[in-house]
């Protein structure tokens, strides 16, 4: 015979869910971050990933190939966002002289097998932080000014409407 609290009680244990990017949690029947557009997973699925990432942030990069060249902290920045995808890097100052005159160039490395992931990751964290990057691409893949619309020819150098450069040309010393 079934107790009567036997009959209340739930079949299953409603576990909550946790958005892995900003931590926020969720009713288990909601499957995205309202605030991130993140993936939601159960509180274990999580903890492994915190792992998982704190495995790959503190493996060390053996051989090292130069992904990008900056300032300290955008290169930071960029080594969060390869640790993020499970891409193991570093960064590394190192002076250029040694005298102390000429600073210092932050450099972000990852292994030579890892450099071709690690490019892409960099260039979709690009359009990720700055999404009018991402439109200014699609519109010069379609032949027009990013910043007027206009048609431009394949191998334009500025727009011939607005005189928006389109190509950016290094001058040598």
């Known amino acids: 015979m079934q107790r009567r609290s036997d009959r209340y009680a739930p079949r299953h244990?409603?576990?909550?869910?946790?958005?892995p990017r900003c931590e926020s949690e969720y009713q288990p029947h909601i499957d995205k971050c309202a605030d991130c557009g993140e993936a939601l997973v159960l509180p274990e699925e999580l903890?492994?990933?915190?792992?998982?990432?704190?495995?790959?942030?503190?493996?060390?990069v053996d051989e090292k190939v130069v992904v990008r060249e900056g300032e300290l902290d955008w290169m930071s920045e960029l080594r969060e966002a390869l640790i993020d995808a499970g891409i193991p890097a570093e960064v590394r100052s190192e002076?250029?002289?040694?005298?102390?005159?000429?600073?210092?160039a932050c450099r972000l490395v990852v292994s030579p097998e890892d450099l071709?992931?690690?490019?892409?990751?960099?260039?979709?964290?690009f359009m990720e932080v700055n999404p009018e990057l991402r439109e200014s691409n699609e519109l010069?893949?379609?032949?027009k000014c990013p910043a007027c619309g206009s048609p431009v020819g394949a191998g334009?150098?500025?727009?011939?409407?607005?005189g928006l450069p389109l190509v950016i040309v290094e001058e040598e010393e």
């Open 13 to 19: 244990i409603n576990r909550h869910k946790i958005c």
């Open 95 to 104: 002076d250029d002289c040694g005298k102390g005159c000429c600073g210092s």
């Open 116 to 125: 071709e992931k690690a490019q892409a990751r960099v260039e979709e964290y």
């Open 156 to 162: 334009a150098r500025e727009c011939p409407d607005c």
């Open 47 to 60: 903890e492994k990933a915190k792992e998982q990432r704190r495995l790959t942030g503190e493996k060390k």
């Open 140 to 143: 010069m893949k379609e032949g």
